[in-house]
């Protein structure tokens, strides 16, 4: 397996966001990561990019832990591409994704390095914009820009924290399209926090699901994205169906055209 997480656990002081984690990416595939808000997403990519310290457990990558490298030896494994708005706003476009051949190089670029910022910026459609200053971007095309610069960086895993948020939908399909065929073309493993279930059954191989920082689904998205999984992590009433080779999620709707939530899909459940 390229990426393995075993019983990864993460607190903040007393509370515990994530709990005894343990689940594989293999090379070559694209895991979407679900889960409502605050069920750890987001802690969990961090802690595998080592943003975070987990507290218990382990992270390998193609069977090295990553707790034992170095930042430099890190970054050549593991790309991670934070939301936008963590971006490195003083930086040109072409600048930023530099930042992410650093590990490869010492002082001064070489044509390698070169060549591959200049492919990424392509890949990202950012060839127009590649002088302007992140902060004159809007979220999207900071956003783009934050996953070239992990594109440059040429790793083993990539993991990605929620990327399309700030896309608008023809983004979106494009940033997902592209990192499934980066994933299979050069083998490694591509781990993404997102919210929109329909586009991680359409575009991914894998799906893990989180809820209160527990591991509740992990396999493809016709296994992981049940009906009696989603209601019980979503608290919505929805409906699983297949739709063109793949699943689609909907929210059930009554004759009154309500969907039923919270308390409302407990009472429907039990009685």
Known sequence: MSLTVDSLSFSYGTTRILDEVSFEVAPGAFCALLGPNGSGKSTLVKAIAGVHRARTGTVTVEGRAT???????LAKVVGYVPQAGDAPFDLT????????????FGLTPRARDRAEVEDAIVRMGLVEIAEQSLSELSGGQ???ALIARALAQDTRVLLLDE???ALDLRYQI???QLVRQITREEGISALIAIHDLNHAARYCD???????GHLVADGTPTEALRAETL??????????????GAVEVRP?????GFTRTGSRLEELVTT
Do not use: F, N
Not at 67 to 73: K, P, T, V
């Open 252 to 256: 059930r709707v009554d004759e009154a």
């Open 231 to 244: 209601r019980g992590v979503y608290e919505v009433d929805v409906e699983v169906a297949a739709r063109e």
């Open 206 to 212: 894998q799906v893990i699901v989180l809820h209160g």
């Open 93 to 104: 476009v072409r600048e930023a994704v530099m930042l992410g051949r650093t590990p490869h």
């Open 174 to 176: 494009e940033t997902l």
């Open 142 to 144: 900071q956003q783009r």
């Open 163 to 165: 990327p399309t948020s």
């Open 67 to 73: 707790a034992r490298l170095g930042r430099r030896e």
